[in-house]
């Protein structure tokens, strides 16, 4: 998936848009995505998937891929937000809440109303703001977010831990899946015995296998006279276009009135 999204962040049709033009583009519908309501978020949602498969031509398939690890988070959330109980005593004082339940005991296990309505909220927040971080992952270089970052003055240190914790992250993604198929090869999950013993080894191996691509960098970067800044080279091919400019101006524009509105409805 690393070689995936950096051959995609190289050679989408927005790639030679401004990133600073992106990177705004992006950060204001973050900020938006937090004050709208789960309407507007979902409008969110549906104008980044244009943008990012419609018009940086972005495979489907890989950006629902990528959808899938917030909705993974959310469903593993669901029943902690959904879910509540009370004691069989008390139940009076939550009965409007009450969509479903039964008694366990002392214990009243219910489906909470206001449960399902923060899950609901929490899931059009959740996939709106991870569709912004999307589009930027998936249109912008990461050496060029690095220039920007430097560019506004963000601290040295700070965008060197980024660079290698984008760099570690994918490394150790890739090394534990190359661990899983060789004990898969190895038929090391075809009980339960087995395969809590194959987890250890993964376990074992993927520490062992980190310390040594650490190393590796380690010695890389010694090699090629490492004096404490990481020098991050690109070249500006940067050439704005009027039409995708004028539509992302409208169109937060158009989000901007509808988020006040909103709010002034509800007054």
Not at 18 to 39: D, I, N, Q, R, S
Not at 153 to 172: D, H, K, S, V, W
Not at 173 to 190: C, K, P, S
């Amino acid at each position: 998936m690393h070689h995936q999204i950096d051959s995609l962040a190289y050679s989408n049709r927005l790639r030679y848009l401004p990133p600073e033009h992106k990177l705004l583009f992006a950060a204001t519908l973050f900020c938006f995505g937090f004050a709208a309501p789960p309407v507007l978020q979902i409008l969110i949602t549906i104008w980044m998937a244009i943008w990012i498969v419609g018009y940086a031509q972005i495979p489907a398939s890989i950006y629902l891929k990528l959808q899938a690890i917030p909705l993974a988070f959310w469903f593993a959330s669901l029943p902690a937000l959904v879910l509540g109980t009370v004691w069989v005593a008390h139940i009076e004082s939550i009965r409007a809440d009450v969509i479903w339940g039964i008694s366990l005991g002392n214990v009243f296990l219910y489906c909470s109303r206001q449960g399902i309505q923060q899950a609901g909220f929490l899931l059009t927040r959740s996939v709106a703001l991870t569709s912004c971080m999307y589009f930027i992952l998936l249109t912008t270089p990461f050496a060029e977010m690095i220039r920007i970052l430097r560019k506004i003055g963000c601290p040295g240190a700070i965008a060197e831990l980024l660079t290698l914790m984008y760099r570690f992250i994918f490394l150790l993604t890739e090394t534990a899946n190359q661990l899983l198929i060789a004990q898969q090869v190895r038929v090391g999950y075809g009980n339960w015995k087995t395969g809590l013993r194959s987890a250890g080894i993964v376990a074992g191996q993927l520490l062992h296998q980190t310390l040594e691509n650490y190393r590796q960098i380690a010695l890389g970067l010694t090699s090629r006279g490492y004096g404490g800044e990481l020098q991050v080279w690109s070249i500006r091919r940067d050439k704005p276009n009027p039409r995708y400019t004028a539509e992302a101006v409208f169109g937060c524009w158009l989000l901007f009135v509808s988020i006040g509105w909103s709010y002034v409805a509800r007054i």
